[in-house]
């Protein structure tokens, strides 16, 4: 098995940017929420759309980043 201290460092790095990536994502959608229902302007809809997007997709590779450190991890030892 590599480096335990090695691996346990990568583990908590990889925990704490999935938590932080949560907690970015559900202000993101918030704020793009309460901005696309109270505005009357179609660009600034779209652009909240667009928004709200980019967080899903942020979060989504933050996610398969985990995953994938939980792969290799697995696959090491």
Same mark, same amino acid.
């Given at each position: ?5 090695? /691996?346990?460092? #990568?583990?908590?790095? &990889? ?5 932080? *990536?949560?907690?970015? $994502? &559900? ?6 929420? #309460?901005? $696309?229902?109270? +505005? ?5 809809? %779209? +652009? ?7 967080? *899903? #997709?942020? =979060?989504?590779? /933050? =996610?398969?980043?985990?995953? =994938?450190? %939980?792969? #290799? %991890?697995?696959? /090491? +030892?």
């Amino acid at each position: 098995m590599p480096d335990a201290p090695l /691996v346990d460092a #990568i583990s908590r790095m &990889t925990a704490i940017l999935v938590d932080l *990536a949560g907690g970015l $994502f &559900t202000l993101v959608m918030v704020y793009s929420g #309460i901005r $696309f229902m109270l +505005s009357h302007n179609p660009r600034a809809v %779209q +652009s909240s759309k667009e928004l709200m997007a980019r967080a *899903a #997709i942020g =979060l989504a590779l /933050v =996610l398969m980043v985990d995953m =994938l450190r %939980q792969l #290799i %991890q697995y696959v /090491v +030892s």
